[in-house]
Nanobody, 126 residues
Framework: VQLVESGGGLVQAGGSLKVSCAAS?????????VGWFRQAPGKEREFVAT????????SYADSVKGRFTISVNVAKNTVYLQMNSLKPEDTAVYYC???????????????????WGQGTQVTVSS
């Protein structure tokens, strides 16, 4: 499975940005999850949001809840992260990650995801 992110860029605080993650290869099954993580300079990688392949289950970090929305287009094998009301502290490299068998307690854990994209830079200016 290969994951390719796109859509990052520079935006002013309060603005919106949508990043995409295109997957090549099957990520199916009831335990399959596709998530977004981010890493800011000098900080550890942190969980942002995740979704199962049917789109029925989502989870968000508290820091983005109500501002970010994760969605999936199964026909296009693509997961999206719509980011609204962006803040300077959202600045980071955003990584898409996929896991074929991700158990519920681990959906926010990067180690549960075996496939990773190369990342896309999101910069929010104040």
């Amino acid at each position: 499975v290969q994951l390719v992110e796109s859509g990052g860029g520079l935006v002013q605080a309060g603005g919106s940005l949508k990043v995409s993650c295109a997957a090549s290869g099957p990520i199916y099954g009831t335990s399959a999850m596709v998530g977004w993580f981010r890493q800011a300079p000098g900080k550890e990688r942190e969980f942002v949001a995740t979704i199962n392949w049917s789109g029925a289950m989502t989870s968000y970090a508290d820091s983005v809840k109500g501002r970010f929305t994760i969605s999936v287009n199964v026909a296009k094998n693509t997961v999206y992260l719509q980011m609204n009301s962006l803040k300077p502290e959202d600045t980071a490299v955003y990584y898409c990650a996929a896991g074929q068998y991700v158990t519920a307690p681990a959906i926010r854990t990067s180690a549960a995801y075996g496939y990773w994209g190369q990342g896309t830079q999101v910069t929010v200016s104040s």
